[in-house]
Every structure is written in structure tokens, then in C-alpha cells.
């Protein structure tokens, strides 16, 4: 009668050991829970941010890519003129001569 009072004690104590330690290990499950919930926005809210900063950054290198291309085409005219400029000289000068 003694053995089986004991074991059943045994029992019984194991038994609240086990259910202590499940409920200590949901509390701490459910604290990193948070934890990476709270990662995970921020993280979230760095991924916005950097996608709008993306945006910007291609909204000026359209802009950028405009300029170019209108020094591009005044860089061309200038050197036409440029050329005209020494067809006209090297004329005169042949003239001259």
C-alpha cells in the first residue's frame, strides 16, 4: 500500500512538474512570439521606406536622363555651328591667299 502511495505521489508530482514547466515554456514562447512580430514590422516599415527611397531615385535619374540628353542635343548644335564656323573661316582664309 505504501509503494503504490508513493508512486502514485511520484505521479503526481511529476505530473505538476510537467504542467509547470509547459506553462513557463508558453509564457516564453509567447514572449519571443512578440518579440519577432515586433522584428518584423520594423522590418516591414525599413522595406517601405527603402521602396519609396527607390522610387525618388529612379524620379531623379528620369529627370537626370532628360537633362542629358538636352545637353546632348545643344552640345551637337554647338558643334555644328562650330563646324560652320571653320567651313567659313578656312573659306576666307583661301580667299585671302
Known amino acids: 500500500m505504501i509503494t503504490i502511495g508513493i ?4 505521479c503526481l508530482v511529476a505530473f505538476v512538474a510537467l504542467w509547470r514547466n509547459f506553462r513557463i515554456d508558453s509564457k516564453k514562447d509567447a514572449g519571443q512570439l512578440m518579440e519577432i512580430i ?3 514590422e520594423t522590418i516591414n516599415e525599413n522595406v517601405k521606406e527603402v521602396k519609396s527611397d527607390m522610387k525618388d ?3 531623379d535619374m528620369d529627370k537626370v536622363k532628360e537633362r542629358l540628353i538636352i545637353a546632348e542635343e545643344s552640345s551637337k548644335a554647338a558643334h555644328r555651328r562650330i563646324d ?3 567651313h567659313v573661316l ?3 582664309k583661301e580667299d585671302m591667299a
Request: charge should be positive; proline fraction near 0%.
Open 57 to 59: 531615385v529612379k524620379s
Open 7 to 10: 508512486s502514485a505521489f511520484s
Open 90 to 92: 578656312s573659306k576666307k
Open 84 to 86: 560652320v564656323l571653320e
Open 38 to 40: 515586433v522584428k518584423l
